[in-house]
């Protein structure tokens, strides 16, 4: 109903154009091209089977590495920031700037390139190494702490330097990289025209292709399949940087022998959705939603309430 409502052109858009959008009830999953990842999640692609598909495999997807997304998003914050600046009557002018390589500004950097800066190196530091993503530390760049990762910080405080500049970094990305970034995400668009050429839609492995759909534009549905817990063993971060005292420290400081203690009780997770990702080739919205509808018929998952105690 929404889809059928929104779809077409957007008048504050002018990269956007109509076409037809036909939501079918009743549709055949025989008639339809739908490829599978070999990690696709077997439950999910059972069920497929079951209303009629005829999967087959699809190849590797071309990868995806900076989209330029960090300019507009910056471009689109200060849009928002400038009006609301006026609606309160605020000067900008007295604003400080924020630091170059706070916030995101590793991240829109770090997807540039061979041509990526401080700031770049930065946040991509934070976001691969594990000693980095811990501490959050700016590197080079010079960015606030907490900037690594991606630029959404980890300090936990919501006015944190990192989260208030999380969308201004794109302001200092130097035009070549931008336009590098737009070339670069027109030839996963063209990568991936070829690899559909042959598929209405097709169901990602474990990683979803996520950051690819975000570049190429390919619409996605997302279906529960099952109820389980979360991986555990996630915990342990801060058993590697969140003492905070070094080594040396702790041989140099004499400490008596611990007494053993019993092991912790293991922490029980309640059982969350576990989703897959059904991928449609370019404005095929509705034949994704409508295999969503065929699926949700099958199947009772999307029906499931948490237990409210």
């Given at each position: ?8 052109v ?7 154009v109509?076409?037809p959008?036909?939501?079918d009830?009743?549709i ?5 091209r ?11 692609v ?5 209303l009629?598909?005829?999967p ?5 997807r071309p ?13 689109a ?9 006026k ?8 604003l ?8 995101a500004?590793?991240?829109a ?7 990526a ?20 530390r700016?590197?080079?760049?010079g960015?606030?702490p ?9 300090s ?22 931008f ?9 996963l ?9 042959d598929?209405?839609?097709y ?5 979803y ?10 619409p996605?549905?997302?279906l ?11 915990g342990?971060?801060?058993g ?5 005292r ?6 140099a ?7 053993p ?7 029980v ?35 499931e309430?948490?237990?409210l105690?």
């Amino acid at each position: 109903m929404v889809f059928n409502t929104i779809h077409g052109v957007d008048p504050k858009d002018p990269s956007t154009v109509t076409t037809p959008f036909q939501f079918d009830r009743t549709i055949k999953l025989s008639s339809l091209r739908i490829g599978v990842d070999s990690g696709a999640p077997k439950e999910f692609v059972d069920v497929l089977r079951e209303l009629g598909a005829v999967p087959k495999e699809i190849g590797a997807r071309p990868s995806a590495a900076g989209g330029g997304f960090g300019a507009e998003s910056a471009a689109a914050f200060d849009f928002y920031v400038q009006a609301k600046a006026k609606e309160f009557g605020v000067d900008l002018a007295t604003l400080p700037e924020p630091a170059r390589g706070g916030g995101a500004g590793g991240r829109a950097g770090g997807g540039a390139g061979g041509g990526a800066g401080a700031a770049g190196r930065a946040g991509t530091a934070g976001a691969t190494d594990p000693a980095g993503a811990a501490t959050g530390r700016a590197g080079a760049g010079g960015g606030a702490p907490g900037a690594g990762g991606g630029g959404r910080g980890n300090s936990g405080r919501a006015t944190s330097m990192a989260d208030l500049t999380r969308w201004t970094g794109g302001r200092f990305q130097r035009a070549f990289e931008f336009v590098q970034q737009q070339r670069r995400r027109q030839i996963l668009i063209t990568q991936m025209a070829e690899l559909l050429k042959d598929f209405d839609m097709y169901v990602p492995g474990g990683g979803y292709d996520v950051g690819l759909h975000a570049q190429t534009g390919h619409p996605c549905v997302v279906l529960p399949y099952k109820f389980d817990s979360p991986p555990t063993g996630g915990g342990g971060g801060r058993g590697a940087g969140g003492g905070g005292r070094s080594a040396g420290a702790a041989a140099a400081t004499p400490t008596p022998t611990p007494t053993p203690t019993p092991s912790p009780t293991p922490v029980v997770y309640n059982k969350q959705p576990i989703c897959a990702v059904l991928a449609g080739n370019l404005y095929n919205d509705d034949k994704i939603l409508s295999v969503a509808h065929q699926y949700q018929l099958r199947t009772a998952w999307h029906k499931e309430r948490p237990a409210l105690a």
